[in-house]
């Protein structure tokens, strides 16, 4: 049994920032792999990076443009994601999630899910 859960989200102006964070339940070495999705009404939840907890590989996808960074910190059992030069279409609901193998962008890979956090990204 694995939990996360995010923090970090909210209301930011276009061209701002935030550092979302998933916290897991324990040490986040043995689960593998952390992916951050995002979802809005009317879309499907597409994937925004991922990590490897063990050795720290990293994705993003192709549509973050270089604006985000996602990184881990294993003495807090948790993986950031810090956006920067965020736009309208960020906005989202932001999930973690967790997978037993590397990196995917299929959500159906992925086993257990944080309840999320809010992006808007207005002026």
């Known amino acids: 049994q694995v939990r996360l859960v995010e923090s970090g989200g909210g209301l930011v102006q276009p061209g701002g920032s935030l550092r979302l964070s998933c916290e897991a339940s324990g040490s986040i070495y043995s689960i593998n792999t952390v992916g951050w999705f995002r979802q809005t009404p009317g879309k499907e939840r597409e994937a925004v990076s991922c990590?490897?907890?063990?050795?720290?590989?990293?994705y993003y996808d192709e549509s973050i443009e270089g604006r985000f960074t996602i990184s881990r910190d294993m003495a807090k059992n948790t993986v950031y994601l810090q956006m920067n030069r965020l736009k309208p279409d960020d906005t989202a609901v932001y999930f973690c999630a967790q997978s037993w193998v590397r990196c995917r962008a299929n959500p159906d890979d992925y086993d257990y899910w944080g309840p999320g956090t809010q992006v808007t990204v207005s002026s």
């Open positions: 990590i490897s907890t063990k050795d720290g590989s990293v």
